[in-house]
C-alpha cells in the first residue's frame, strides 16, 4: 500500500485486467461472480444492464487486479452491454450444462458479439460451463463443451457456483494464460495490442 499526494491508499499490483462475462440470461454469470468475490452463493435477481466488481488475485508470483464486468444476458440489454467488451483482455462466455440452448447460444450469439465488439487482439476466451451440480438434468456433456472450446481457441472449465466447483480455478487460469500473453500485458494501461478496426457504432434506426 502507498499514501497518495490527497491522502488516499492505493494498492501496488503488477497487471489491472478486465474481464468480461457475457451468456444468456440465467447461465449463473452473476452467481459465478458473487463465489469469485465474496465466496458466497445467494438467489440473485436477473442483471440489470451491467454490475462490476474488483478483486486482486495472487496469480504466478503476480498481483494482479481484476475489473470483472457482469453483463445482463437479457436481449433487451445487448446494444448497452456491446460497449463493454472494448478493452477487455479476459473474456469468459457462460453457459448452463442443463440448457442446451444456451450452449447453443455461445456461436449463435455470444463468439460472435465478441468479434463484433472485443477491441483487445489476442484476448483470452474461457468457455464455462456452469450448474454442474446437476447432474440428472445435464444436457450439455463436458465432451461437448470442451470440443466446442478448442475448436474455438478457448479455455474450458465446467463449474459449479452453488457447489463452489472449480470457481476460483476457473478465473485463475484465465489470468494465467493472460500473464503468458506478451500484448496482453503491454495493452494494460496502453494502446498496444489493440486491434487496428474501429469499434463497432451502434446504428441509427
Ligand atoms: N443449480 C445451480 N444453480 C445455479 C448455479 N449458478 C447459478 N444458479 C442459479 O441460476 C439462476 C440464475 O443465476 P444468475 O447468476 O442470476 O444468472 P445470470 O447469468 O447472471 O443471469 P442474467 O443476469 O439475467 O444474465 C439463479 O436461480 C441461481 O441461483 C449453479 O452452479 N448451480
Ligand atoms: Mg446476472
Redesign the pocket.
Known amino acids: 500500500m502507498e499514501q497518495q499526494p490527497g491522502g488516499g491508499l492505493v494498492l501496488n499490483v503488477d497487471h489491472t485486467f478486465k474481464i468480461l462475462l457475457v451468456?444468456?440470461?440465467?447461465?449463473?454469470?452473476?452467481?459465478?461472480l458473487l463465489r469469485f468475490s465474496t465466496g458466497g452463493?445467494e438467489?440473485?435477481?436477473?442483471?440489470i444492464g451491467v454490475d462490476f466488481k474488483a478483486k486482486v488475485v495472487d496469480v504466478g508470483g503476480k498481483k494482479v487486479k481484476l475489473t470483472i464486468w457482469?453483463?445482463?444476458?437479457?436481449e433487451r440489454f445487448r446494444t448497452l452491454t456491446s460497449s463493454y467488451y472494448r478493452g477487455a483482455q479476459g473474456i469468459v462466455l457462460?453457459y448452463d450444462v442443463s440448457r442446451a440452448e444456451t450452449f447453443d447460444s455461445l456461436a449463435d450469439i455470444w463468439l460472435r458479439e465478441v468479434d463484433m465488439y472485443g477491441t483487445v487482439e489476442e484476448c483470452i476466451k474461457m468457455v464455462v460451463a456452469?450448474?454442474?451440480?446437476?447432474a440428472e438434468q445435464r444436457e450439455v456433456s463436458r465432451e461437448m463443451g470442451l470440443q466446442f472450446a478448442k475448436a474455438h481457441g478457448c479455455l474450458f472449465v465446467e463449474?459449479?457456483?452453488?457447489?463452489n466447483v472449480a470457481v476460483d480455478q476457473a478465473f485463475e487460469e484465465l489470468v494465467h494464460k493472460i500473464l503468458e500473453t506478451p500484448s496482453l500485458l503491454a495493452s494494460t494501461g496502453s494502446t498496444f495490442g489493440l486491434k487496428s478496426k474501429q469499434p463497432q457504432q451502434s446504428s441509427c434506426c
Open positions: 451468456g444468456d440470461s440465467g447461465v449463473g454469470k452473476s452467481s459465478l452463493f438467489e440473485l435477481v436477473p442483471t457482469d453483463t445482463a444476458g437479457q457462460v456452469n450448474k454442474s451440480d446437476l463449474t459449479s457456483a452453488k457447489g
